[in-house]
């Protein structure tokens, strides 16, 4: 990775001023939280409900199958904004481990690591292998590929992948698209596809059904949310034009550690939170990076999300829930939890 890329990811990762919460008020505030999204599939569509307190045995009860979302564990930060965030990952795993339905598999959008360590890498292993789920599926951050240029990535993670690690997989009617946008970062940070994987994209949505439940899922947002930090893909447009003819499509990504979801046609986006910082909302800090806040602001800024998949219905109504407190939250002030709904006939 060029050094201005390596120079622009370590001006996200800066440290800022101490916030005074240490390494057990903040576990504390964590008890219940750990992030990630809980997608339920029942035909093709998209139903998201909080995954936390409310979460009970009839969540996703009928649904075709459900899969779990996580992303941005950063195995190996040690920041004030989280003095553990090997604890918040595990918390995320628990509160997998207790859904009264287990998850077909789990998805991890990127950023697993915070240097590229093997030791980063090990500890995160170690802290999945304990998940109810047993299949995961991988897309790399860009911060899984900053010492070499993700060879030791796609050592662990890409196995039978292509190029730098994107695949594509079926499973019960959904065909799934992982794809990489952080091998090639443009100018700020802006995520890329890049011709070659746009090419073979194209090539592996040809000849399916239009009737085709399809999620892609990449670290950096597929839309411009805001590109003065870098979040979004250059050529997002392209790889979407692609999927024009589907009748529903997901967008999962990462990255920017905060909820922001959008609905334009049959295509619906989502952003997951991060299992171990928040950020800052778009423009509302001089940069993106870590987010320090008070201890008792925790459980609004880092969450779980559970989402089901709902064949029924044509398109989705989002509404962001705080972890705390029962008034919604509007969306991109990185403080809820998606609630996706689909509505029935």
Same mark, same amino acid.
């Given at each position: 990775?060029?050094?201005?890329?390596?120079?622009? &990811?370590?001006?996200?990762?800066?440290?800022?001023?101490?916030?005074?919460?240490?390494?057990?008020?903040?576990?504390?505030?964590?008890?219940?939280?750990?992030?990630?999204?809980?997608?339920?599939?029942?035909?093709? &569509?998209?139903?998201?409900?909080?995954?936390?307190?409310?979460?009970?045995?009839?969540? +996703?009860?009928?649904?075709?199958?459900?899969?779990? /979302?996580?992303?941005?564990?950063?195995?190996?930060?040690?920041?004030?904004? $989280?003095?553990?965030?090997?604890?918040?990952?595990?918390?995320?795993?628990? %509160?997998? $481990?207790?859904?009264?339905?287990?998850?077909?598999? &789990?998805?991890? !959008?990127?950023?697993?690591?915070?240097?590229? %360590?093997?030791?980063?890498?090990? !500890?995160?292993?170690?802290?999945? %292998?304990?998940?109810?789920? %047993?299949?995961?599926?991988?897309?790399?951050?860009?911060?899984?590929?900053?010492?070499?240029?993700?060879?030791?990535?796609?050592?662990?993670?890409?196995?039978?992948?292509?190029?730098?690690?994107?695949?594509?997989?079926?499973?019960?009617?959904?065909?799934?698209?992982?794809?990489? #946008?952080?091998?090639?970062?443009?100018?700020?940070?802006?995520?890329?596809?890049?011709?070659?994987?746009?090419?073979?994209?194209?090539?592996?949505?040809?000849?399916?059904?239009?009737?085709?439940?399809?999620?892609?899922?990449?670290?950096?947002?597929?839309?411009?949310?805001?590109?003065?930090?870098?979040?979004?893909?250059?050529?997002?447009? /392209?790889?979407?034009?692609?999927?024009?003819?589907?009748?529903?499509?997901?967008?999962?990504?990462?990255?920017?550690?905060?909820?922001?979801?959008?609905?334009?046609?049959?295509?619906?986006?989502?952003?997951?939170?991060?299992?171990?910082?928040?950020?800052?909302?778009?423009?509302?800090?001089?940069?993106?990076?870590?987010?320090?806040?008070?201890?008792? /602001?925790?459980?609004?800024?880092?969450?779980?999300?559970?989402? #089901?998949?709902?064949?029924?219905?044509?398109?989705?109504?989002?509404?962001?829930?705080?972890?705390?407190?029962?008034?919604?939250?509007?969306? +991109? $002030?990185?403080?809820?939890?998606?609630?996706?709904?689909?509505?029935?006939?």
């Amino acid at each position: 990775m060029p050094n201005k890329e390596q120079d622009f &990811i370590g001006q996200q990762v800066q440290d800022l001023n101490d916030d005074g919460v240490d390494r057990r008020g903040f576990l504390k505030c964590m008890a219940w939280a750990g992030t990630g999204l809980v997608w339920t599939m029942s035909g093709g &569509i998209p139903v998201s409900r909080a995954f936390a307190k409310g979460y009970g045995k009839d969540a +996703g009860k009928g649904a075709d199958f459900s899969f779990v /979302q996580i992303s941005d564990s950063h195995i190996g930060f040690s920041k004030p904004a $989280n003095p553990d965030v090997t604890a918040t990952l595990q918390t995320a795993v628990d %509160k997998i $481990n207790a859904m009264p339905h287990k998850p077909d598999f &789990i998805i991890h !959008t990127g950023d697993l690591s915070q240097l590229s %360590k093997p030791s980063e890498f090990d !500890t995160l292993d170690q802290a999945l %292998k304990g998940s109810s789920a %047993k299949q995961i599926y991988f897309v790399p951050g860009e911060h899984d590929m900053l010492t070499d240029n993700g060879e030791q990535y796609l050592q662990r993670y890409g196995k039978g992948t292509k190029g730098t690690g994107w695949y594509s997989f079926d499973h019960k009617g959904v065909h799934f698209v992982g794809l990489v #946008n952080v091998a090639n970062l443009k100018a700020g940070g802006m995520g890329s596809l890049g011709h070659e994987q746009l090419e073979w994209l194209e090539d592996d949505l040809k000849g399916r059904s239009a009737s085709t439940p399809i999620v892609f899922f990449a670290h950096i947002p597929l839309w411009t949310i805001y590109p003065d930090w870098g979040w979004g893909t250059d050529d997002s447009e /392209q790889a979407l034009s692609y999927v024009k003819r589907f009748g529903s499509v997901t967008v999962l990504n990462g990255h920017i550690h905060q909820i922001m979801q959008k609905v334009e046609g049959k295509v619906s986006f989502h952003t997951a939170m991060s299992t171990a910082f928040p950020q800052p909302a778009p423009g509302t800090a001089p940069s993106a990076g870590p987010m320090k806040v008070p201890a008792e /602001q925790l459980q609004r800024v880092l969450g779980i999300t559970d989402v #089901n998949y709902l064949v029924s219905g044509r398109s989705l109504a989002v509404v962001d829930s705080p972890l705390e407190g029962s008034d919604s939250a509007a969306s +991109g $002030n990185g403080g809820g939890l998606g609630v996706a709904e689909s509505p029935q006939a």
